[in-house]
């Protein structure tokens, strides 16, 4: 059943909200979530990491103003992406182990609609590469050459995104690691933004540089539809960071929204998806995921958070893994009260 639809109808019946949905699993179970329209948070905007704050800060001027959820987390992690001195993601993100920057990028809207460009090199802002695959191809993903062709015919210009900064770290990694690509939870970092706009919404945006000093085409989770990112109108939206082969494993994002149609709340819903990944992996040592989650009503929580109260916005951060390493940050953005 299409909710769009049913706010519609219920609008006009009395402003409740209703969606509906089955299980995955043979017995098919129905499970209906309700709301009264007025207790929906909206709009809404949640990132991961610090640097969603700034982030954060562009996409509210966008949803505030009415403007749609697909505008709001394109904008906002544009900053993150054009911000030189933040080395995963973007222009200064550190490079793979040739010393190449390579970025992967995906956005999705309300109407499953999606673009992605994998191994993209050399073009500053990947998501809104990632946009025009959306909307101006057929396709839904375009990698390396093929990508960058298209975003220079797109007139995207051509930026060397391997900063002083990112080189020399390079550089340095490359004196003691022996050429080894490294799995190291301190060494990535992707902005994933998730919002609701005021008419109901959803949209979400992923983009990254991806594990540092990783093979030379090496893409991971981040531009993956259903494992960084997955937005489905009538449940809810999830972005995933950290180790990507780990959430490609599980279809990390992707489970995160069915396990919310079917009832779970953004928080469970994480949690599950991290342990389905505990389970799955004999070697947790060094491993570092975490999910963010948004539903249809947008409710955002996540385990321990703490409430930080800024100018206009409530801002939480937020612990969300289990049992290993674990220090992924939620930041949101919405109107107070
Ligand atoms: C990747 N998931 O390339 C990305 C990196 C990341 O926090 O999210 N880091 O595997």
């Given at each position: 059943?299409?909710?769009?639809?049913?706010?519609?109808?219920?609008?006009?019946?009395?402003?409740?909200?209703?969606?509906?949905?089955?299980?995955?699993?043979?017995?098919?179970?129905?499970?209906?979530?309700?709301?009264?329209?007025?207790?929906?948070?909206?709009?809404?905007?949640?990132?991961?990491?610090?640097?969603?704050?700034?982030?954060?800060e562009a996409s509210w001027k966008i949803l505030s103003k009415g403007g749609t959820a697909l505008?709001?987390?394109?904008?906002?992690v544009k900053i993150t992406e054009s911000d030189p001195n933040n080395t995963s993601v973007g222009?200064?993100?550190?490079?793979?182990?040739?010393?190449?920057?390579?970025?992967?990028?995906?956005?999705?809207?309300?109407?499953?609609?999606?673009?992605?460009?994998?191994?993209?090199?050399?073009?500053?802002?990947?998501?809104?590469?990632?946009?025009?695959?959306?909307?101006?191809?057929?396709?839904?993903?375009?990698?390396?050459?093929?990508?960058?062709?298209?975003?220079?015919?797109?007139?995207?210009?051509?930026?060397?995104?391997?900063?002083?900064?990112?080189?020399?770290?390079?550089?340095?990694?490359?004196?003691?690691?022996?050429?080894?690509?490294?799995?190291?939870?301190?060494?990535?970092?992707?902005?994933?933004?998730?919002?609701?706009?005021?008419?109901?919404?959803?949209?979400?945006?992923?983009?990254?540089?991806?594990?540092?000093?990783?093979?030379?085409?090496?893409?991971?989770?981040?531009?993956?539809?259903?494992?960084?990112?997955?937005?489905?109108?009538?449940?809810?939206?999830?972005?995933?960071?950290?180790?990507?082969?780990?959430?490609?494993?599980?279809?990390?994002?992707?489970?995160?929204?069915?396990?919310?149609?079917?009832?779970?709340s953004p928080n469970d819903a994480c949690k599950e998806a991290v342990n389905r990944i505990i389970?799955?992996?004999?070697?947790?040592?060094?491993?570092?995921?975490?999910?963010?989650?948004?539903?249809?009503?947008?409710?955002?929580?996540?385990?321990?958070?703490?409430?930080?109260?800024?100018?206009?916005?409530?801002?939480?951060?937020?612990?969300?893994?289990?049992?290993?390493?674990?220090?992924?940050?939620?930041?949101?953005?919405?109107?107070?009260?």
């Amino acid at each position: 059943m299409k909710t769009r639809r049913n706010f519609i109808k219920l609008t006009a019946l009395g402003s409740a909200a209703i969606f509906t949905s089955s299980c995955l699993t043979s017995e098919k179970k129905n499970v209906t979530v309700s709301k009264l329209q007025k207790d929906i948070k909206k709009p809404i905007v949640i990132s991961t990491w610090n640097h969603g704050l700034e982030a954060n800060e562009a996409s509210w001027k966008i949803l505030s103003k009415g403007g749609t959820a697909l505008d709001a987390v394109e904008a906002g992690v544009k900053i993150t992406e054009s911000d030189p001195n933040n080395t995963s993601v973007g222009l200064g993100g550190l490079p793979d182990r040739d010393g190449k920057v390579t970025l992967d990028a995906c956005i999705m809207d309300h109407e499953n609609n999606c673009g992605a460009v994998a191994c993209l090199q050399d073009i500053e802002n990947p998501i809104s590469v990632a946009r025009k695959v959306m909307e101006e191809t057929q396709h839904v993903m375009l990698v390396g050459e093929g990508a960058k062709q298209f975003a220079l015919e797109k007139g995207f210009k051509e930026t060397n995104l391997l900063t002083e900064k990112s080189k020399e770290a390079w550089e340095k990694w490359k004196e003691e690691s022996k050429y080894q690509p490294v799995i190291n939870s301190e060494n990535h970092d992707t902005i994933g933004m998730l919002a609701l706009d005021e008419s109901g919404n959803l949209s979400g945006a992923c983009t990254t540089s991806g594990m540092a000093y990783k093979l030379h085409g090496r893409v991971g989770d981040s531009p993956i539809i259903g494992a960084g990112l997955f937005v489905d109108n009538e449940a809810g939206a999830a972005c995933a960071t950290g180790v990507g082969e780990a959430v490609i494993r599980i279809a990390g994002s992707s489970i995160v929204v069915e396990l919310m149609r079917n009832g779970m709340s953004p928080n469970d819903a994480c949690k599950e998806a991290v342990n389905r990944i505990i389970r799955k992996h004999k070697d947790l040592a060094n491993m570092q995921v975490g999910f963010i989650a948004l539903n249809k009503f947008g409710e955002a929580d996540a385990p321990e958070l703490r409430a930080l109260m800024a100018a206009g916005f409530v801002l939480f951060l937020v612990t969300l893994l289990v049992n290993f390493i674990a220090n992924i940050i939620i930041n949101r953005t919405a109107r107070k009260g």
